[in-house]
């Protein structure tokens, strides 16, 4: 196949990784052979062998009009929330083209995680009749577009936790449903072929949970049951993909009974999580100091890992701006990005992907 008249085939597509992401969609839309070189998993994993990709931290955040910033900050104006966009080697900002139909802007508390070339977004509430969605819709970062998947089944929930393997497959898992009882249900959604796949439930309910790929593994951490309401477990539940099972259940992951949306896994298999004003790793059975928050986002929104990297997106105090921060995990030096007023809204929630 000849990608480009003239050039040897790797000599033409190692001119293609080099593409920024930006200019992704107008590649595809050149040709066919451009369009089936792009879209191959094949090439996401060239662009990561060559560093070529673009790193991106993805954010439903809430629009900050620069005219009306400070009557949103301080007289707490109801926020509309959108995608926004944090490249983290350049500290670049922009936002994403806003799925189709949503004019009053994003579900409240949806949850976004990325598989490949995808962002998947998922459930939240209606912010103008306060339903939950069961609604998935996908992004495509090499095509530029939305699509919408299959409808989430059974009973509708929220505050679930959500994650993804980064192939293809997203997990939800807990939450609680219209009556508040919390869920030991989960499920898989398969984003190449659109359909959905049932998880044995899980040993206990757990609301507002944090779900975590590591090690091929899916992992559960925290959440609480409806007699609990509100007081977090310390303990953790794994599922086993290769025998499509839960393990045991494991006791006191958590040192404190607390609220687990933080915790994230590095590349290196850590788990990481903010508390008590300091970034924490679980080594062996503790947990262990690493680095002291900077006062600017003592007060934590979001965070995300990627490649030896710790993002972390705070404000110093209520209706204060938000800021962004980026860890270094090899010699934990923080480093400040910029944060135009225009991206310094509430976070909800974010991932991370490479394209």
């Not at 560093?51 to 400070?70: E, F, I």
């Not at 459930?123 to 970062?141: C, Q, Y």
């Not at 699509?147 to 059974?154: K, L, Q, S, V």
């Not at 409806?226 to 086993?240: L, S």
Request: net charge negative; charged share 25%; glycine share 8%.
């Amino acid at each position: 196949m000849e990608l480009i008249p003239g050039l040897p085939y790797d000599i033409a597509r190692d001119c293609l990784i080099r593409v920024e992401y930006k200019q992704l969609a107008t590649v595809v839309s050149i040709c066919k052979s451009w369009k089936s070189e792009t879209e191959s998993p094949e090439f996401r994993r060239l662009r990561r062998a060559a560093c070529t990709g673009q790193k991106l931290v993805v954010m439903v955040q809430a629009r900050v009009n620069p005219d009306q910033a400070s009557n949103i900050m301080k007289n707490g104006v109801s926020p509309v929330y959108r995608f926004a966009l944090l490249e983290p080697d350049t500290g670049d900002w922009c936002e994403l083209p806003p799925i189709p139909g949503f004019s009053n802007g994003l579900p409240l508390f949806c949850q976004v995680a990325s598989a490949g070339s995808d962002l998947v977004v998922l459930g939240g509430l209606d912010p103008v009749t306060w339903e939950v969605s069961v609604s998935v819709f996908i992004f495509n970062f090499v095509s530029a577009t939305w699509r919408r998947g299959a409808d989430m089944p059974g009973v509708r929930r929220s505050f679930f936790g959500f994650a993804s393997d980064f192939d293809r497959m997203v997990y939800v898992v807990g939450g609680h449903d219209g009556d508040k009882n919390a869920l030991r249900s989960s499920m898989a959604y398969d984003t190449a072929k659109d359909e959905w796949l049932s998880l044995p439930d899980m040993a206990r309910e757990r609301d507002e949970c944090k779900a975590i790929f590591r090690h091929g593994k899916l992992h559960v951490i925290g959440g609480y049951c409806t007699e609990m309401q509100g007081r977090f477990e310390r303990t953790a539940e794994v599922f086993e993909i290769a025998s499509w099972q839960w393990e045991n259940v494991l006791d006191d992951l958590l040192e404190d009974a607390m609220c687990p949306k933080t915790c994230v896994c590095g590349s290196d298999g850590v788990l990481y999580m903010c508390r008590g004003g300091y970034v924490v790793a679980l080594k062996g059975s503790t947990w262990q100091p690493v680095a002291d928050l900077p006062a600017d986002v003592s007060n934590i929104a979001n965070v995300t890992a990627w490649q030896d990297k710790l993002g972390v997106i705070g404000t110093a105090g209520f209706r204060e701006p938000y800021m962004a921060y980026v860890l270094d995990l090899k010699n934990y030096k923080w480093k400040k990005m910029e944060t135009p007023q225009q991206y310094s809204g509430h976070v909800q929630s974010g991932c991370y992907l490479e394209i």
